[in-house]
């Protein structure tokens, strides 16, 4: 939450942070304050979007929603070929011109021996808060291609962390393992870029079967909900982006792959970065590696750091939370 928080239903209501009414937080000088719209205002915009930096959060209050009274949503997925990348992303880039707010696209690459026991698979989710019949005709395109396999139902929300490959269980939450993140916001994907991506991502596989539980995430969320929310009322820098691409390469712990691990998920990253056509790296604060620029994680204009610079002096001078993406 306090580095923005990017959610299933960001497209109807915007971000985790968005949500945020208030926050007690303990500064570094043992002080307590409540920041809200009305109290400590500066840092109740610094703490949604760069809140790490800035004291302990103990207690927040949080607006909420009903969930629709059905709790019906449509999940469909789609597991394609690596062959397959250039038509999926080319309709993807298609539908996203017109992603309705209640859809979030989730998807993987990775490697599923049972599925394709040489190369990576791509799998493809769309997520809808509303019956599987309407979610049908957003999907229409996808379900025209041949996947390897699909599988379609309606399901509560409840249901969506396991679905998704975001449960207890699953590589992403391994407890032991080690898990590094180099993200990059992007407009839309630039299917050559991926080709290579997708690529090097193989051979990398092939040539350092360590990193064999690794994964390429390409999360598409809508972003009707968080761009209702002003750009300049908080620290979150990057509303307009409806896509966010992360190697996550995934190792046991061994200090002797750390260096090569890095090297791949940077690799994989300047691949995109440089089919964007832009030399701003746009990064989600809270994937970080740590090699990214302060104006990556918290936004170019210049006005943004000079004011979480300001605040971080006023809030923490002594520094005392600058252990992750430190504002300095
Ligand atoms: C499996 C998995 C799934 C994820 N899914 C999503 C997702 O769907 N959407 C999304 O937006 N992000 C997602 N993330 C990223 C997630 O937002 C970040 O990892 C986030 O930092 C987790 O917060 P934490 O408090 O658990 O982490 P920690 O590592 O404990 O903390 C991260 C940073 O926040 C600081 N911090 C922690 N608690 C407080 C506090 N109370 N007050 C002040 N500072 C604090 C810590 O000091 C540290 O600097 C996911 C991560 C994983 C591993």
Redesign the pocket.
């Known amino acids: 939450m306090?580095?923005?928080?990017?959610?299933f239903l960001q497209g109807q209501y915007g971000l985790?942070a968005d949500q945020l009414i208030n926050a007690r937080i303990i500064l570094g000088n043992g002080t307590i304050v409540t920041a809200s719209k009305t109290s400590h205002a500066d840092l109740f915009w610094a703490i949604r979007g760069a809140?790490?930096n800035f004291?302990?959060?103990?207690e927040y209050t949080l607006r909420v929603y009903d969930a629709q009274s059905d709790d019906t949503w449509a999940f469909q997925q789609f597991i394609f070929a690596g062959k397959q990348l250039d038509q999926l992303y080319t309709a993807v880039n298609t539908m996203k011109k017109s992603q309705p707010a209640q859809v979030v696209e989730w998807g993987f690459i990775t490697r599923m021996p049972v599925l394709d026991p040489v190369n990576p698979v791509i799998i493809y989710t769309i997520l809808y808060d509303g019956p599987l019949s309407v979610a049908k005709k957003y999907s229409a395109p996808i379900r025209n291609l041949s996947a390897l396999q699909t599988d379609s139902r309606e399901v509560p929300y409840l249901a969506l962390p396991g679905l998704t490959g975001?449960g207890g269980n699953d590589i992403?939450?391994q407890k032991g393992a080690t898990?590094l993140r180099f993200p990059i916001y992007l407009e839309s994907v630039n299917v050559t870029a991926l080709q290579q991506v997708y690529d090097a991502f193989d051979q990398m596989m092939v040539q350092q079967p360590a990193f064999n539980n690794s994964f390429f995430l390409v999360e598409g969320y809508s972003v009707q909900g968080v761009q209702k929310v002003p750009a300049d009322s908080t620290a979150f820098p990057h509303r307009g982006v409806h896509m966010l691409l992360t190697p996550v390469m995934v190792y046991l712990p061994d200090a002797k792959l750390d260096v090569a691990a890095v090297k791949h998920g940077q690799h994989l990253r300047e691949l995109l970065l440089q089919g964007s056509g832009s030399t701003e790296l746009k990064a989600y604060v809270?994937?970080a590696h740590g090699d990214e620029s302060l104006g990556s994680m918290y936004g170019f204009e210049p006005w943004r750091l000079d004011r979480l610079r300001k605040l971080k002096k006023l809030y923490d001078p002594e520094e005392k939370?600058s252990?992750?993406a430190p504002i300095h």
């Open positions: 306090l580095g923005g928080g990017h959610g985790l809140g790490h004291g302990i959060v103990t975001n992403a939450c898990l809270n994937y939370f252990f992750y």
